[in-house]
């Protein structure tokens, strides 16, 4: 029997994030390939959804910690004989780049606006990124917008740069697009940490300035925001409500009408995705990060007007404004970006070239 290659995954941990179950859904997906799946730290949510995989927890909570872990991975890497290294998300891609470091071929993932969410905040985070980065380096973004603004601070190598859009799992493709129907009260859904990036604050005052019974939203996610919008929720008297985590996700998603996004930024969103799959049309913000991820299959929104919001979805209500059109379009499209198949096969394919053009 030949042997397989062995990709020794690196990410910070294996909770319930994007770049977490994407990770899940490579693994899974590749089975040709032998995999490892090296966590900085814990929570280990996902761990049982790996079908075929060892995971090794470094325990490397603090900076000393990570430095030790490098160590660890270099044994890791000569002891199981890995042909390459991927990492995901900003400490686990710094541990696994310089773990691999002459040794094996790095590829490191994208999966935010590290520019906006990391290095304009943090000088040394900015630092270590140029000074640990090569031009030997893999780069996948998860959007082209993800790729350009990585860009404004680090100069990649453009050869061996590419993107490829998460994938989400294909139980929400659903087997027709749900059109909405105008003229009765309208279900919203919005999915996301609650945390000040998602922007919520923003939809709530748009609920504000809505007829009252004619709309009504439900927020899936947790996060650190919680309290702060409940306690608006409730003081403001608006009609919406905070579900939490779900497991169930893509089957309640089928119940609502409208899908709401209105980050201030993102790398890419997967709750965009899995909306579009499932047949809802989708309101998102209008920046250039969420036409790229809705194809330009959306209705955009000035996310310094929360009237702008208002106005479509009353628009919307009355039958004023079609979104269907768009929505439609949004639901073919996705098929041909997110599908795991398509996303896995993208990814195989550069996963072959980076080992072709480091093949001994």
């Known amino acids: 029997m030949e042997k397989k290659i062995t990709i020794l995954h690196v990410i910070e941990s294996l909770g319930v994030g994007g770049a977490e179950k994407s ?16 966590i900085l730290h814990e929570p280990d949510t996902l761990k049982d959804k790996l079908i075929d995989a060892r995971v090794i927890n470094l325990r490397a909570d603090s900076v000393w910690q990570r430095w030790k872990a490098v160590k660890q991975l270099k044994r890791v890497i000569e002891a199981e004989q890995v042909d390459m290294v991927h990492a995901q998300l900003f400490n686990s891609t710094l541990v696994g780049r310089v773990a691999s470091r002459g040794m094996v071929p790095f590829v490191f993932t994208l999966q ?35 790729l350009n603004d990585y860009k404004k601070h680090i100069q990649p190598n453009q050869e061996r740069s590419t993107v490829i859009y998460n994938s989400i799992e294909e139980k929400f493709f659903a087997a027709a697009y749900k059109k909405f129907t105008p003229g009765r009260k309208i279900r919203l859904i919005a999915v996301g940490n609650l945390k000040p990036l998602k922007n919520y604050d923003y939809i709530l005052d748009a609920l504000k300035m809505l007829p009252e019974g004619l709309f009504e939203l439900d927020i899936y996610g947790a996060g650190p925001h919680k309290e702060f919008l409940q306690k608006r929720i409730e003081t403001e008297q608006l009609p919406a409500v905070l579900k939490g985590n779900v497991s169930d996700l893509q089957q309640r998603i089928g119940e609502y009408d409208i899908y709401l996004h209105c980050s201030k930024y993102e790398g890419s969103s997967l709750a965009i995705f899995e909306a579009m799959a499932c047949g809802l049309p989708v309101i998102v913000s209008d920046i250039p ?8 299959f959306s209705s955009y929104v000035d996310l310094q007007q929360p009237g702008d919001l208002a106005r479509k979805l009353l628009a919307v209500q009355k039958g004023e404004f079609d979104i269907n059109e768009r929505g439609s379009k949004g639901f073919e499209w996705v098929k041909t970006v997110a599908h795991p198949t398509i996303v896995l096969e993208h990814t195989v394919n550069f996963y072959t070239k980076v080992l072709s053009e480091n093949s001994k």
């Open 23 to 38: 990770l899940v859904q490579a693994v899974n997906g590749m089975p040709g390939y032998r995999h490892i799946v090296a």
């Open 112 to 146: 935010s606006m590290l520019g906006e969410d990391l290095f304009k905040k943090d000088i040394l985070s900015r630092f270590l990124e140029k000074v640990s980065y090569s031009k030997k380096n893999y780069l996948i973004a998860v959007s082209n917008e993800a």
């Open 289 to 296: 990060v969420l036409r790229e991820n809705t194809g330009g």
